[in-house]
């Protein structure tokens, strides 16, 4: 039997064999405890075999029917793929200018985490750049390696039961879009939370923490956010934060409420 299981298993077997298509790469332990897991309430006292087979799951090179005979299977019970396992992990995104208030934000969320008893990770974007991402820049490329690094662990982290606070600027849609899929895929939908701080520009300037877009309308750093480098504001948020109304405090409350963990 393949993927998940059909609705009505009546009669099955006294063993289900479940298999998971793994595409060359090596077996996941998460993903085999989902599979077995998704098959427990329907399966019950029967036994559940999964085992890890080499095809693609949307397009098998040998035929469900056909792979299922070749593993012994007398018949095939469903198809699909199953739904990661809810730890109940999340990945928050914040997304916003430079100096919109992301960091500041994010470490406000860690520490109401912290209270709730919740394992937090801090994924900020300079720590990110000191290591995950050494030695990239801020030309669009290197940027999406950036944020899709950031996506990829985040979903790791929410795959088993963490929290990853992450704050880069993330200035393109589609790289957002990309790291909502990539937790996601890995924790379940519903795990990622994009939060927009939508500080305007001429606020971000005013405040201007770090001296950058003096430097940048000075022409002294280049592609810089905002200045000379877009910035596509978010239609997909989940949280829009207007920082000239709420305090640190209050964003971040904002985002535990909409966590459902406030
Ligand atoms: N050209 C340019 N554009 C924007 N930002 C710049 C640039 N050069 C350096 N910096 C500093 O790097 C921080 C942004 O890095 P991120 O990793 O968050 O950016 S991105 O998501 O990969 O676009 C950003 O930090 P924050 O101010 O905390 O946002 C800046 O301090
Ligand atoms: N309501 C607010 N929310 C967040 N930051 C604020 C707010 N009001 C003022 N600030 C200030 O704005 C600056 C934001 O800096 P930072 O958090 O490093 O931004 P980012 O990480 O987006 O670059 C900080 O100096 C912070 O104290």
């Known amino acids: 039997m393949g993927g998940r299981p059909a609705p009505d298993a009546a009669g099955l077997p006294a063993v289900v064999l479940a298999l998971l298509p793994v595409a060359g790469t090596a077996p996941d332990s998460a993903a085999i405890s989902t599979l077995a897991a998704a098959w427990a309430p329907v399966a019950r006292d029967r036994a559940v075999l999964v ?15 056909e792979l299922a005979a070749a593993y012994g299977a007398a018949e095939l019970a469903g198809v699909g793929t199953p739904a990661p396992l809810a730890t109940g992990g999340r990945a928050v995104l914040f997304t916003g200018l430079s100096g919109a208030g992301k960091s500041t934000i994010a470490a406000r969320l860690v520490e109401l985490l912290l209270e709730a008893g919740r394992t937090v990770t801090l994924l900020d974007g300079d720590e990110v750049r000191t290591h995950l991402s050494a030695g990239l820049g801020f030309a669009k490329a290197d940027r ?15 795959k088993h039961g963490g929290i990853a606070v992450c704050a880069p600027i993330a200035p393109y849609a589609a790289t957002r879009a990309d790291a909502r ?3 996601e895929e890995q924790a379940g939908p519903g795990s990622f939370t994009l939060v927009h701080v939508a500080t305007p520009l001429a606020e971000c300037e005013a405040r201007d923490r770090k001296g950058l877009y003096a430097k940048a309308r000075r022409g002294e750093i280049a592609e810089f956010t905002g200045i000379s480098d877009p910035y ?8 829009t934060l207007d920082t000239r109304a709420l305090s640190v405090d209050e964003s971040a409350r904002a985002v535990l409420t909409h966590l459902g963990l406030g």
Not at 53 to 61: D, L, R, Y
Not at 150 to 156: L, P, S
Not at 232 to 239: C, H
């Open 144 to 158: 999406d390696t950036n944020v899709r690094r950031i996506g990829w662990v985040a979903g790791q982290i929410a």
């Open 181 to 183: 899929a990539l937790v």
């Open 51 to 65: 085992v890890p087979v080499p095809v693609t799951a949307t397009a098998p090179e040998v035929a469900w029917p």
């Open 232 to 239: 596509e504001e978010p239609t997909d948020a989940d949280v």
